[in-house]
């Protein structure tokens, strides 16, 4: 950007690197810009629909003083200030994919308006720029010739702002800004130090510059914008802003002014200071204040006695540093103090969700038992005088809550019907919670860990699965283990794998006299036979008393058979270390280079585009097993299609085609793709359907279901970036190793394989590189094959693409518990532990959130993290009830 750069160095201009605080996304940015306030992080889930903003504003009041503001680019400025604008046009700011045409529609605009002298703000915000980092990231060849462009469009509005000036005489400001910044992935949502770092430079010939000065970049707030260009609009500071003048903009100015202007920015920020902390007047910021102030008082009275002596000008400059003194502890005290929280809707929402989480905690015993049954009934408790007298209590409560508070609440927002709803429901739960403790006590006796089989134990895979959940729970207590939680993953599956090492080997040389209850057994052969899956819990209690009467692993495997079963742990370990190197995520150590920036850097495409192929062709082997001819065949063609697509938009190469020359957006290739994923899942559909009709054949529903999950592994294809395919292959790989060598030989309950699969889940969901940060959620992925903003696909979507793992691990354990079980109880087991041990750690972080709602990283850390469990939450709530549609499935067989 030379001419920018021109500006900068030599030009009439103040240059400063604004800070953005986080969340780092476009709405809570646009707000802190325009109102000087510090966004709450539920601004992340309102930017996806931004709705008007209410809180007073830069914008509101030009209008108000009867300025005509223009705007043009991205609508989320039209949906924050409706009204406000003379005239604009909007382009949406979610089609990542287009970094041509949205710039465009801007600078089309640009010579008919400048040429124009009917306005007195003009607003542009170009999207390009952004949009090629969501896609390319910020190492893109893109990158430079987007700078360039956008260069030549401040040269532009430069020199019309000059020849305009030439006419009117009057000073003109121009502002270069950006609202957020671009991670090394080119992505943007979290605190790192690329992303909060913003240019922000303010061009005016009114500035002073002299022949070979130069300046600096200093650090300030984004937030000290609004203020600026308040007092530089002649209009009043926004009053929730946070945020102290530039004082660079004024220096220029004579004292008088200099001190008026900074006397405005402190009396706003004292109020601000009154409304919001009780004890105001023994804060620093405050008693500097009126220090200033009264300094102030005697600089005018020497002042209007026309005192032009060095007393004066001493003295003012006295006053000066007082007020800028003040300005910087004021603007900090009330950036951390600021903040309110609606105390009284979270803790409405903490009760229903740990009255809920106590109730399957509760049932463990009748949800596991033989017949996986679980009955709460609400109609009884609904008709008992505590659930009456509860429901009284409440509503009184909540008369009293929002009749008496000052601020806004939002459960008192909402209709008296949906609050009476909601406190019925709270009501319900405290009644059913309080039936189930008393059949507990009136039975007098609590479960083992097998209620179907009280004498069943303990064993070393079971403690460490409860002691691993307890410990990962425990550990979103800490800032640094939220930041780095795919470490606590990574070590979990490692560890369960040494524990299944040992379980084998123990099983293998070691008779079964003696040892615990998980042992080997193979009919008819390991290779040839496809043994069904006897859970302690009771499937067949007959069959697991024969197979605690057959003999170690050393007598009934041959071959290599017993070689693989021994090696399969080790195999895992190591697959799960190469993935480790694939993609360094976190924060400690997500700078440093990892296989993944290897690969995606534009020296080794043909090693990428080698190493893509190989992937797909894994894929293929290893899901073709499970599916009919006519999906095997539609499973090909989509994979094929994905490799085009790659190569389509230029990630990967053609081995005829050694240079990428016909770049597109692979829209055909794309929804080529999409034909055969829609087709493969409507094939598992239907034979889903028939199986419900056809009771007696068990196998159309397990091809009807490994058909689904084959589609799913086909746009996790589509989706995942060309150097995390590998992450989809050794996914398929390890299903399948533990499938054959472990959990067909070693008798695991539903509860165990659940855990395991979920365990694994989330390790995979790290292995794609996310992360507890909004930065890593890969927007690029909700836009494959689109070639405009819809909003339903575009979300499901990115949201598939983030939580692959989690959910290709899930729908495998459907089908594996479908085909491998002698008994329909074991997904009813396997639904109830999935949603408990999805449920533990959101309801306990939901708590710690609560406590910790004024730590210091509650921004930055606790409250993404947060946002990602509650996502995590409907996907569960989503994959339970696919769990509990196939569990009804086999009850209708039955």
């Excluded at 819990?537 to 170690?552: A, C, K, L």
Aim: charged residues 15%.
């Amino acid at each position: 950007m030379p001419y920018t750069t021109y500006l900068v160095e030599k030009g009439a201009s103040h240059n400063f690197v604004a800070e953005a605080k986080p969340p780092t996304v476009t709405m809570p940015r646009i707000k802190a810009l325009m109102t000087g306030s510090l966004p709450g992080f539920i601004d992340v889930v309102r930017n996806l629909n931004s709705p008007a903003l209410l809180e007073d504003n830069v914008i509101r009041q030009a209008k108000a003083a009867g300025k005509r503001i223009f705007f043009y680019g991205d609508e989320t400025w039209i949906k924050l200030f409706p009204k406000h604008f003379v005239e604009y046009d909007g382009t949406t700011s979610f089609f990542v994919s287009d970094y041509t045409e949205v710039d465009n529609n801007v600078t089309r605009h640009l010579d008919k308006v400048l040429k124009r002298g009917d306005w007195d703000v003009l607003i542009l915000h170009y999207l390009g720029l952004d949009h090629i980092g969501h896609v390319s990231g910020p190492h893109s060849p893109l990158i430079g010739r987007k700078l360039s462009e956008m260069d030549g469009v401040l040269m532009r509005i430069h020199t019309a702002l000059l020849s305009k000036e030439r006419e009117t005489l009057l000073p003109n400001l121009l502002v270069l800004c950006g609202d957020h910044g671009m991670s090394e992935t080119g992505s943007h949502g979290a605190s790192s130090t690329e992303e909060v770092n913003t240019p922000l430079i303010l061009i005016s010939s009114a500035f002073e510059r002299k022949p070979g000065d130069m300046r600096h970049p200093k650090r300030v707030q984004q937030t000290d914008l609004a203020a600026t260009l308040a007092i530089g609009l002649g209009l009043p500071i926004p009053k929730d802003s946070v945020g102290s003048l530039l004082f660079p903009v004024i220096e220029g100015k004579p004292m008088r002014d200099q001190l008026r202007f900074l006397h405005l920015n402190t009396v706003q920020l004292s109020k601000l200071l009154q409304e919001n902390v009780p004890s105001y007047e023994k804060d620093p910021g405050f008693e500097q204040f009126k220090v200033s102030e009264k300094l102030h008082g005697n600089w005018i009275k020497l002042y209007l006695e026309e005192n032009k002596s060095e007393v004066l000008f001493n003295l003012g400059t006295k006053v000066l540093r007082q007020y800028l003194d003040a300005l910087k502890t004021l603007s900090l005290s009330l950036s951390t103090q600021v903040a309110q929280y609606d105390i009284y809707s979270m803790m409405v929402g903490t009760a229903v969700v740990l009255e809920v989480l106590t109730l399957l905690l509760l049932s463990i015993p009748q949800a596991l038992h033989r017949k996986a049954e679980l009955d709460i009934s609400l109609s009884s408790p609904v008709i008992s005088l505590l659930f009456y007298l509860m429901f009284l209590v409440l509503s009184a409560f909540h008369v009293i809550v929002c009749t008496s508070a000052e601020s806004s609440c939002y459960f008192c927002g909402l209709p008296w019907l949906a609050a009476c709803g909601v406190m019925a429901l709270i009501s319900a739960l405290l009644c059913a919670i309080m039936s189930v403790l008393t059949k507990i006590f009136v039975r007098g006796s609590l479960p083992s860990k097998n209620p179907a089989h009280p004498n069943s134990g303990w064993s070393e895979l079971d403690l460490l699965m409860v002691f691993g959940t307890v410990g990962h729970v425990l550990s979103l207590g800490a800032s640094s283990f939220v930041e780095e939680e795919h470490q606590t993953w990574y070590f979990l599956v490692n560890t369960l794998c040494l524990a299944l090492s040992q379980e084998i080997y123990r099983s293998y040389f070691l008779r079964d006299d003696g040892e615990p209850q998980c042992c080997f057994h193979v009919e008819q052969g390991f290779a040839g036979a496809t043994p069904a899956l006897q859970d302690r819990t009771g499937y067949d209690m007959q069959e697991q008393d024969r197979v605690h009467m057959s003999s170690s692993l050393s007598e009934v495997l041959r071959g290599h058979e017993k070689w693989m079963v021994l090696a399969s742990p080790w195999l895992i370990l190591a697959c799960c270390r190469l993935l480790r190197s694939l993609n360094q995520t976190g924060v400690q150590w997500a700078h440093r280079p990892d296989f993944g920036h290897w690969l995606t850097s534009s020296d080794h495409k043909a090693e990428l585009s080698a190493l893509a192929a190989l992937s797909l062709l894994v894929t293929f082997v290893l899901v073709q097993r499970g599916c009919s001819p006519v999906s095997r065949g539609a499973l090909a063609l989509g994979l094929l299609g994905v490799y085009c697509y790659r190569a389509a938009i230029g990630n990967v190469l053609f081995p005829w085609q050694p240079d990428n020359r016909d770049i597109s957006k692979g829209i055909i290739e794309a929804r080529f793709v999409y034909v055969f994923v829609l087709g493969i899942l409507f094939t598992g559909t239907k034979d889903l359907l028939k199986s419900q009709v056809i009771a007696a054949d068990s196998k159309i529903k397990t091809v009807g279901l490994w058909e689904i999950y084959s589609g799913l592994v086909l746009l996790a294809a589509l989706l995942f970036r060309p150097h995390n395919l590998p992450v989809l292959a050794f996914s398929l790989l390890i299903q399948t190793v533990m499938t054959k060598f472990i959990w067909k030989p070693l008798r695991h309950d539903a509860a165990e394989i659940t855990i395991m699969h979920y365990w694994f889940g989330q390790a995979f969901f790290y292995f794609q590189g996310n992360s507890n940060n909004i930065a890593t959620v890969d927007i690029s992925a909700g836009f494959v094959g689109l070639d405009t903003y819809v909003e339903i696909p575009a979300v499901f979507l990115t949201a598939f693409g983030t939580y692959a793992g989690p959910v290709l691990w899930a729908s495998h354990l459907v089908h594996f518990l479908s085909s491998e079980t002698s008994s329909g109880s074991a997904l009813s087991h396997a639904c109830f532990c999935y949603a408990l041990i999805g449920s533990i750690p959101v309801s306990t972080y939901i708590i710690l959130v609560t406590s910790l709602r004024y730590h210091l990283f509650i921004w930055s850390v606790f409250s993404p993290k947060l946002l990602y469990e509650g996502m995590h939450l409907l996907i569960t709530a989503a994959i339970c009830a696919f769990f509990t549609a196939m569990d009804q499935t086999s009850l209708t067989k039955s």
